[in-house]
Each structure stands twice: as structure tokens, then as C-alpha cells.
């Protein structure tokens, strides 16, 4: 039985040891940043934010990408993904330490955005050690443990910080939340090696032009990126505010998270393995259109156990889209480039969060519904856009291979 569940959770990617590392520092890194995130407008709002400046603070911290993410995925692919890893896990853990002493508006806006420059490390590093070591039929299935691991930490952290925060403040929530980061580092130390593949992709580093980062289906990948990220942005700046005002707790507020996030501990493998097999465009249309209605949903709902069901689906539905999305981008990405395709991929839902943090609340204080609808809006274009690149490489591929066959046979 426990077999069973292994498999269903962690599917082939749990067979290799770098690969559980690699999970393991994942999670354990989203748990701990998540324990602050369910607190941290509340914080903010405590010491003296007004809400432009708590949409603001969410909006540095997904500003930064924009300006980080294209240089580090270019540092990914030279330096390497597991020092860029390291390096993020432990800047992220220390600069954390700062909203303790600096929390005046100012400085917590200031924070955030050091802090995004120092998130800003993750993806291209993780995303480009999965696609060096991971076949690319199993590799949607790799990606899907991955969201599995780090919905596994936000599905605790919110939890503990909600009642962390309830019984005793938001200095021991921030404690915690920096030892078990630096727990994290201490686990890969020395343990998780480069990918060997990575050294020889260094020798096409001669053949690489910026202008194969922005072919179609990457740009489908990248629309559907946007949208996702844009949906971040809103949580940051609005999401614990909006639940607050409907009279929920600080416990129900990081309920809501472990409900989003366990549907993805549970199916992140199964989503994965249906992308690797029944193809990337299906899933990327009809999960990123049911996200779409679940989220628009929300502008309209004041039942918090109704929102909690709501929530639970929307978690299920983005376990289907989010493999799907990087498997897209990492088949697209010319191969000795990976780290600078997961850098313009992050750059562009840089753009989508920090917009949508820094217009959120006014349009939520405006009209609530608003903010709800017009992400319920982009989301459907970013599935339109992905599963259409999808669709694109795909076609490609098809016509490589007949290619291939009618040279084979003319020789």
C-alpha cells in the first residue's frame, strides 16, 4: 500500500537520489518561507501600511524577478544550477531575519524586493536541473512532484503560521520560518552535485542566438507563466486582506492554503504523467479554463466553508496545468540555454505578479469583484496561448520525424 501511494505521489522521479535531494530541499524551503506569508500583509498592516503600500511590498518582491531572472538564468547556465541553488536557499534565509528589526513601510517594501532577488534564484536553477537529468517522456511527471514538494510546504507552512502568529506573534513566526530555510541549505550542502549533462552543454554555447528564446511555443509557455504569476501576485497583496474583511482567522487564512495546495500533493505525479502521455495541449486548455472560473468565482463568494471547497478545486486543477506549463517551456528551450529560457520564463510572471500586486487592492477597495474577474480574464488567455504553443511543437516535431523517415528512406 505504501508503494502504492509513493508511486502515486512521487512517480519515477523518486527513483533517483539526486532527485529526492533535490525534493526534499524544495519543500523544505517552501515550508518555511510560507509559514510568514499568510502573516505578512497582517504585519505590514500592523506596523502602519496603508493598503498601496502593502499592494506595494507585494509588488517588490515580484519586481525584482523581472530585473534578476534573465541575468541568473544566464548565471544558471554558466555558473551551474546547484550553486545558484545553494546561494538562494541561504540569502533568502538571512535576508528574512531583516523584517524583525526593519519594519517600518519602508523598509518592509524595501525587503520584499531584496527578497524577490533572492527568490528569484529558484526556478531557472531547479527547473534546468530537472530538465538536464530527466528524460523527456517522464519529464511533465518530474515537474509534477516538483509542484507536489512545494505544495507539500505550503500546505504545512500557512498552517503552522497562522497558528504560530495566533499564539505567539509574528517575531516567532519569522524565527521559525528562517531555521527551517537554513535547514534546507544545510541538506544539499556538499551532497547535491552539478548535472554532468550541464558541462556538455556548455560546447553550444556558440550556436545560441536571444532570438531562439521567443520562438511560439515558448511565448505560449511564457503567456501561461504570466497568468499563473499574476495570480501570485494577487495572494501576496490581497488574498488574506480580502478573507480577513469576510471575518476569517488567522488559522482559516492559512487553511485555505493547505487546501490549494494538497490536491497537488496528491495528483502532481498522476497530472504529470497524463501531460507526458496524452500530450501538453488538452490539459494545458481545459485545467488553465476551470482555473479560470474558479478563480472568477471567488469575487463573488462570502461563504468561507464555500470558499474552501472553491479552493480545494482550483488546487486540483493547477496540479493538470502547472507540469504541463514548464514541460512546454523546458521541450522548447534550446538545450545549451535552459537556465536562460527558466530566466526570460520567470521574468515574464515577474511582470503578471507585480502588476496584479500592485493593482489589487485598490481595485478590490474599489469594486471587490473586479480584481477576481479580470485575473479569471487573463488566465483564460494564457491556456488559449500554451495550449496553442503546444499544439505548434508538436507539429513540429511530427514533421522532424517524417523528415527524418523520407531522408532514411531516399539513402
Known amino acids: 500500500m505504501l508503494s502504492g501511494v509513493l508511486h502515486l505521489v512521487g512517480g519515477r522521479a523518486l527513483r533517483r537520489g539526486d532527485l529526492r535531494l533535490l525534493f526534499a530541499a524544495v519543500f523544505l524551503s517552501f515550508l518555511g518561507a510560507s509559514v510568514s506569508f499568510p502573516l505578512r500583509q497582517l504585519y505590514a ?54 523584517y524583525i528589526p526593519f519594519n517600518t513601510p519602508i523598509d518592509l517594501i524595501a525587503l520584499r524586493f531584496v527578497e524577490g532577488l533572492s527568490a528569484a534564484t529558484f526556478a531557472p536553477a531547479v527547473n534546468a536541473y530537472i530538465a538536464d537529468v530527466v528524460p523527456e517522456e517522464e519529464r511533465s511527471e518530474a515537474y509534477g512532484v516538483l509542484n507536489a514538494t512545494l505544495s507539500g510546504g505550503m500546505l504545512i507552512g500557512p498552517l503552522v503560521g497562522g497558528i504560530v502568529g495566533q499564539a505567539y506573534g509574528f517575531i516567532t ?90 490536491p497537488q500533493i496528491l495528483f502532481g505525479a498522476l497530472a504529470g504523467r497524463l501531460s507526458d502521455r496524452l500530450g501538453r495541449a488538452p490539459l494545458l486548455l481545459v485545467s488553465g479554463l476551470l482555473i479560470a472560473l474558479t478563480y472568477t468565482s471567488y469575487g ?86 500554451s495550449s496553442s504553443g503546444a499544439l505548434v511543437l508538436a507539429r513540429r516535431r511530427r514533421s522532424a520525424v517524417q523528415a527524418e523517415a523520407a531522408s532514411a528512406t531516399a539513402r
Open 45 to 98: 498592516q500592523a506596523h502602519g501600511a496603508s493598503p498601496a503600500e502593502i499592494g506595494l511590498m507585494a509588488g517588490a518582491f515580484l519586481l525584482a524577478p523581472l530585473l534578476a531572472q534573465v541575468p541568473i538564468g544566464w548565471l544558471v547556465d554558466r555558473w551551474g544550477r546547484v550553486p545558484v541553488f545553494k546561494l538562494g536557499l541561504v540569502s533568502h534565509a538571512l535576508i528574512t531575519l531583516g
Open 300 to 385: 463573488f463568494l462570502t461563504n468561507l466553508t464555500l470558499i474552501v471547497v472553491v479552493g480545494m478545486a482550483e488546487g486540483l486543477f493547477a496540479a493538470f496545468q502547472q507540469p504541463a506549463i514548464q514541460a512546454l517551456i523546458a521541450e522548447s528551450a534550446p538545450v545549451g540555454a535552459r537556465g536562460r529560457v527558466q530566466g526570460v520564463a520567470g521574468a515574464s510572471g515577474a511582470v503578471g505578479g507585480a502588476i496584479a500586486a500592485i493593482v489589487s487592492l485598490p481595485l478590490y477597495h474599489g469594486s471587490r469583484p473586479v480584481p477576481f474577474v479580470l485575473a479569471g480574464v487573463i488566465i483564460v488567455l494564457g491556456a488559449c496561448a
Open 173 to 262: 513566526a519569522f524565527v521559525v520560518n528562517v531555521a527551517i530555510e537554513l535547514f534546507a541549505a544545510v541538506l544539499v550542502w556538499g551532497r547535491l552535485r552539478e548535472p554532468a549533462t550541464h558541462a556538455i552543454q556548455k560546447t553550444e554555447e556558440e550556436v545560441f542566438t536571444w532570438r531562439s528564446l521567443i520562438s511560439w511555443p515558448l511565448a505560449g509557455g511564457y503567456i501561461a507563466f504570466f497568468a499563473a504569476q499574476m495570480v501570485m501576485g494577487m495572494l501576496s497583496a490581497l488574498w488574506a486582506i480580502w478573507l480577513h474583511d469576510l471575518g476569517g482567522s488567522y488559522t482559516y487564512i492559512g487553511i485555505t492554503f493547505t487546501v490549494f495546495a494538497l
